[in-house]
């Protein structure tokens, strides 16, 4: 409670107009919860003073200052001199020091810092405070004229460079000079003479860029700087790193104005960094580096090579307790790692800034595990630490990030990791050059089914056109494989073998390199790092699983993938999808048979429904008996291939529900398009080609995503579905035999109304009641429904009298729902989103207010019919992390995504029930 009065009284006097906050001495009028006005830098000193910490004193100015300056033009709001002013006089009280006094010179840094972390990317001046005189009283009153003019020289450069625009390269140059002539290496080594030289250099270099004298006033000095920090938080790179890094809704930067302390007064003092935990590993270990002698960001920017902070136990005993010491007692006041800068001046430590340290993905997962052990943080705040990005990132190889990279083109970051090969352009090749012991990257206009093996066979994949969701993209994720989709300035020619990207050619055979997870395309080999999955990643999921109430299923088509996805925590399957079991390898041609029979067959069906007389009915089986023959003949020969597929996936899903859904695509996705493969299948079949090609055109459709597919195949062909209800049961009595438990879940498609799913189920029962006859052995099983065509929302209450279960197919419901395709929405979508028509990529995030409203009234309208209606969602969205904590809010049972995904779910699910609290 009194927390709480204490920030409203700080927030009404922020209203007021107080700009300026000070902090010394062990007091402070602000604290570390005020950083979206004091930025997170000051905010921290601030809090670190009043915590005892030995932080040199000062005062930040206020982010909404900048705001204020940027707003009247680059102009001081009013009131702020006075303010300024009257912080500058209690600071020179702090420190018994004065502005200009050359016997007791108060000299400052101007620091920026804004809300969140920008590391380097606005300005900071340090040895603020000094001129000629000062200068000259230093020597006299320390006797080290090195250090005076060290940081004179140093104060010149920045203040010339960063606050009034000199070239950086001309003191750089000038120093550099200094070092030739000297014979030395290291700016540490050149004497005070020679700095002294340095210095007259540097004034010389300032008039002549700036065209004035180096002011001598340090309120002058002090004004100019405080603007440039201001202005750097428009400066291009920082507004670039914003962008990069989505930092929005920011006032500004704050600016910390500080007592210096000096790492530069000799051989007892240094600078360094330090982070409380290994950043890269997430160990608990102390971390950091140091230079002797050094000043400020010399550390960071290279200047010499820093030690390591172990050499500082021996180096500096006390100092280094010291700081250990606070290492640890930061980390635990702020609960987190802290990346910590300090500088030792005479012996004495300071510290200067601290921040919860950026850390990678592993880091960030064992951080959250050992602190979680440690009783430093609840799992619910453990779970919080680590993104679902950050998770993704570990599943995945990724690139050495110390190398360079030649970017040559990006396109959609379609499915995350980093993949190097040789570049080949169809499929076939690609299967055959991996066999031969090559990696190949299959690039594509775009990929088809008919692609798959070469997909598997590659390690990346890379196309010309396609969004999010394409063929490329879904599959690629399924298979945990590197793919960079709709890179549009790649340009393809199957002919000659060859890609350009501007005027760069890359043939057959060429290296490339995909970075799945930002899109880009490479040329050449980056060197890859294997990820490395430690036991704290297991440990974390598991305190993820506590919190979660989402369940977490799988899409697997495979034995394989529903092994791997049980691995990596799948409670099960929402969607096989069956019609991979159609393509591979030999059972292709079973099924190419089978169109061939379809229109006579579908003839006959009518035929036999329209009549009533018998000998009509006999005239029509004679009539159609090849048709029937080959049709049914062929459903036969395919139907043990799909239960040896299913016993596979039953067994490796043994005691988990296993969604199987029956066939989705329409039959011409089974022929050959192309000429040649035609040929081939006419050959096969003992066929003409043309008759092929008949049949290619007879099922062509204008558009085969709203055509003859789904439910509506069962409709006219209802021994299709009959066939493979028939294997799914036949499989699950098999496995079941051998003491496992089975829990099948037969999934109808793309139903639009009730009496569909009727008509459809009724077919579908009875075949699995013929099963169990047969085999004089039965068990339980759910028939429920595919919700993707919004009339199936729209009436889910109907649908619910026929379905045992929902699970929300929002591939599909996305295309319906928005009137576009995922193929074709490519042309248009980006632009869609740069001018925030849609704020994302529908089909990467579940359009919330659009179409989750159809999820929303689906479940609501079918648990009103079927109280308690298990329903799931098996679109994409599955495994993003904003349409999870949908998917937790309107209360779906499950979400369920490609393997590879399954962790970020659990991550996501959990995420979602902290969130929502
Ligand atoms: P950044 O945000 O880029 O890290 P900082 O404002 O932290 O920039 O400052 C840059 C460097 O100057 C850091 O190494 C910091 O420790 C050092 N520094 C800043 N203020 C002081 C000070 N008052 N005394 C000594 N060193 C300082
Ligand atoms: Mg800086
Ligand atoms: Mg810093």
Request: hydrophobic letters at 40%; aromatic letters at 6%; glycine letters at 10%.
């Amino acid at each position: 409670m009194a927390k709480k009065k204490a920030a409203k009284k700080t927030a009404a006097k922020a209203k007021a107009g107080k700009r300026v906050y000070f902090f010394g001495n062990g007091k402070a009028e602000a604290n570390a919860k005020m950083k979206a006005l004091l930025g997170g830098k000051g905010a921290n000193l601030a809090e670190m003073t009043s915590l005892g910490v030995p932080v040199p004193p000062g005062f930040t100015i206020s982010t909404q200052t900048c705001s204020d300056f940027n707003q009247l033009g680059k102009k001081w709001p009013r009131g702020l001199k006075e303010e300024v002013a009257k912080n500058v006089a209690k600071l020179e009280k702090a420190m018994g020091a004065k502005f200009g006094d050359p016997k007791k010179p108060l000299l400052v840094s101007v620091r920026s810092g804004a809300a969140v972390s920008m590391p380097g990317m606005m300005d900071t001046v340090l040895n603020l405070g000094l001129n000629d005189a000062v200068v000259a009283g230093i020597i006299e009153k320390t006797g080290n004229a090195r250090f005076a003019y060290d940081i004179y020289r140093r104060f010149i450069d920045m203040f010339g460079d960063v606050v009034m625009g000199c070239h950086h390269a001309h003191f750089e140059a000038a120093l550099h000079k200094a070092k030739v002539k000297a014979g030395v290496e290291n700016d540490n080594e050149l004497t005070a003479e020679q700095l002294k030289v340095v210095v007259e250099d540097y004034k010389a270099i300032y008039k002549k860029d700036v065209g004035t004298m180096f002011p001598q006033d340090p309120m002058v000095q002090l004004t100019h700087s405080v603007n440039a920090v201001f202005g750097s938080w428009d400066a291009p790179r920082a507004i670039k790193y914003r962008q990069m890094e989505n930092i929005t809704g920011l006032l500004g930067t704050a600016v910390n104005v500080q007592a210096m302390v000096f790492g530069n007064m000799g051989d007892d003092c240094g600078t360094g960094v330090c982070f409380t935990r290994n950043p890269s590993t997430g160990k608990k270990e102390f971390y950091g580096e140091y230079l002797i002698n050094a000043q400020g960001e010399d550390v960071v920017a290279g200047i010499r090579t820093p030690l390591d902070l172990k050499h500082l136990k021996k180096d500096m005993p006390k100092a280094y307790k010291q700081l250990t010491a606070l290492m640890t007692k930061l980390e635990k006041h702020y609960k987190d790692m802290q990346d910590m800068e300090f500088t030792i001046q005479e012996k004495v430590l300071y510290i200067l800034q601290t921040r919860n340290g950026k850390r990678t993905a592993e880091a960030a997962i064992t951080n959250a595990v050992d602190m979680v052990k440690e009783k430093m943080i609840k799992p619910a705040e453990a779970v919080m630490r680590v993104t679902p990005e950050q998770m993704d990132r570990l599943l995945h190889p990724h690139f050495d990030s110390k190398v360079a990279r030649n970017v040559i083109a990006t396109g959609l970051p379609a499915s995350p990791g980093a993949a190097v090969g040789q570049v080949v352009f169809d499929a076939d090749v690609a299967e055959a050059w991996a066999k031969a012991g090559k990696t190949v990257i299959l690039v594509r206009i775009e990929t088809s089914p008919e692609d798959i093996g070469g997909m598997d066979a590659a390690v990346g994949i890379l196309t010309q056109r396609g969004g999010m969701t394409s063929h490329a993209a879904v599959v690629a994720r399924g298979m945990g494989k590197c793919c960079v989709a709709g890179a549009g300035d790649v340009v393809i020619n199957y002919k000659k073998k060859s890609f350009t990207v501007g005027k760069t050619t890359v043939k057959e055979g060429d290296f490339i390199s995909l970075e799945g997870t930002e899109g880009q395309v490479i040329l050449g080999k980056v060197p890859t790092v294997e990820p490395k999955l430690s036991g704290s990643f297991g440990l974390f999921l598991k305190m993820c699983d506590k919190i979660r109430t989402l369940g977490i299923r799988t899409n697997a088509d495979t034995p394989g993938d529903s092994k791997r996805a049980r691995d990596f925590g799948a409670e099960g399957i929402g969607l096989t999808r069956t019609e991979h079991m159609f393509f591979e390898g030999e059972r292709i041609w079973p099924v190419r048979e089978m169109i061939l029979a379809a229109d006579d067959y579908a003839a006959l069906l009518t035929g036999l429904a329209d009549t009533e007389c018998k000998k009509e009915a006999a005239a029509l089986n004679k009539q159609y008996a090849g048709a029937k023959k080959q049709f049914e003949g062929a459903l036969k020969k395919l139907l043990p291939y799909q239960r040896k597929d299913f016993v596979g996936i039953f067994k490796a899903m043994a005691g988990l529900p296993v969604t199987v859904r029956l066939l989705d695509p329409p039959l011409h996705e089974f022929l050959p398009q192309e000429v040649a493969n035609q040929k081939e299948m006419a050959k096969r079949l003992k066929i003409t080609p043309k008759k092929v090609q008949e049949q290619v055109e007879a099922l062509h459709e204008f558009n085969p995503m709203l055509g003859h597919r789904g439910c509506r195949l069962a409709v006219t062909y209802p021994a299709i579905y009959r066939m493979q209800a028939r294997a799914i049961m036949e499989a699950a009595l098999q496995v079941k035999k051998t003491g496992k438990k089975v829990l099948p879940e037969i999934m109808i498609p793309l139903i639009g109304s009730v009496k569909e799913l009727a008509i459809v189920k009724a077919d579908v029962i009875d075949e699995i009641q013929k099963v169990f006859k047969e085999k004089k052995s039965k068990m339980p099983y759910m028939v429920g429904t595919m919700i993707e065509i919004p009339r199936a929302a729209l009436t889910a209450d109907e649908v619910a009298t026929e379905a045992e279960f929902f699970s929300f197919g929002t591939n599909d419901l996305t295309q319906m729902a928005m009137g576009f395709s995922r193929d074709d929405a490519g042309k248009f979508l980006g632009e869609y989103v740069k001018q925030g028509i849609y704020a994302v990529d529908p089909f990467q995030a579940l359009d919330q207010t659009g179409v989750g409203k159809l999820v929303e009234m689906g479940v609501k309208l079918g648990r009103k019919t079927r109280k308690g209606l298990k329903c799931g969602i098996c679109g994409e969205h599955g495994g993003e992390p904003s349409s999870i904590d949908f998917c937790h809010r309107v209360g779906l049972n499950y979400v369920s995504c490609s393997p590879f995904r399954v962790p970020i779910a659990r991550l996501a699910a959990a995420q979602a029930v902290i969130r929502n609290k």
